[in-house]
């Protein structure tokens, strides 16, 4: 290979970035030899089908990674966000997996997931600047 340059794209063609994607996805599975993987997405959703929330993520190697948890600001402090939750993790149990990790700022939701059962195995503070971010897994039963 000849040529070969370092090239920056913020606004990357998807086709790019999921070659990227699949080149890290294919190495883990050669690593590891367990090519089961399942992205979840499950949603909050009013009569009309408009979306008010929502648990999207990952599950690879018998654990759920989950990437987002978001409730629209109006419906906040109703229950729904546990109801997405624990309908993710039930998700995840039925395709096998024994864990789930996520990841959550200062500023956003830790107490609330550690009032489901999720403890804070990692911290990176100053991220941002005045705030910390939080890495939090649960074993699921």
Known sequence: MRNVRIVSEPRANPGDAEVVRQGIDLFNVAATGDADYSPLAIFLKDDRGAVLGGALGDVWGG???????????????????????????????????????????????????????????????????????????????
């Open 63 to 141: 654990w759920l990674d989950l990437s987002t948890l978001w409730v629209a600001g109006p419906l906040r402090g109703q229950g729904h966000g546990t109801k997405l939750l624990q309908a993710a993790e039930e998700e995840a149990r039925e395709q096998g997996c024994t864990g789930v990790f996520l990841t959550t700022f200062s500023f956003q939701a830790r107490p609330f997931y550690e009032s489901l059962g999720y403890e804070v195995v990692a911290d990176i503070p100053g991220y941002p600047v005045g705030h910390t971010y939080h890495v939090l897994k649960k074993t699921l039963a």
